[in-house]
């Protein structure tokens, strides 16, 4: 199965949006780009694992750098709570964990 960036982007977007409620416009731009980059590191890791270029310790190591990479970005954000970032985080990963999952062939998410 290959990623398609198309719906991961979509889904995680959506589930951060539900969790960011009333801060989504002050979060939009940095969680579409955050997504996007996620998105990018999810087809990446697809290609190296089909390649055998890739370890799933290396991989797992990719994507906890991604989330944060994230959340720092998230917490600059003026009135932004540790525990909201993180559960944004979380609800925009699980949209997509099984697709990521069942794509790279491990449990990455």
Same mark, same amino acid.
């Given at each position: 199965?290959?990623?398609?960036?198309?719906?991961?982007?979509?889904q995680?977007?959506?589930?951060?949006k539900q969790?960011?409620?009333?801060?989504?416009?002050?979060?939009?731009?940095?969680?579409?780009?955050?997504?996007? *980059?996620?998105? =990018?590191?999810? @087809?990446?890791?697809?290609?190296?694992?089909?390649?055998?270029? !890739?370890?799933? %310790?290396?991989?797992?190591?990719?994507?906890?750098?991604?989330?944060?990479?994230?959340?720092?970005?998230?917490?600059?954000?003026?009135?932004?709570?540790? *525990?909201?970032? =993180?559960?944004? @985080?979380?609800?925009?990963?699980?949209?997509?964990?099984?697709? !990521?999952?069942? %794509?790279?062939?491990?449990?990455?998410l």
């Amino acid at each position: 199965m290959s990623i398609n960036a198309n719906e991961v982007v979509t889904q995680m977007l959506k589930a951060a949006k539900q969790v960011f409620a009333e801060k989504w416009p002050e979060t939009q731009r940095y969680a579409e780009s955050e997504i996007t *980059l996620f998105t =990018e590191r999810f @087809i990446d890791i697809e290609k190296l694992r089909m390649s055998g270029e !890739i370890t799933e %310790a290396r991989a797992k190591s990719h994507i906890e750098f991604q989330k944060q990479s994230w959340q720092t970005v998230l917490l600059a954000i003026q009135g932004m709570s540790l *525990l909201l970032v =993180e559960e944004a @985080i979380t609800a925009a990963l699980n949209a997509v964990k099984d697709m !990521i999952n069942t %794509a790279v062939g491990f449990a990455l998410l």
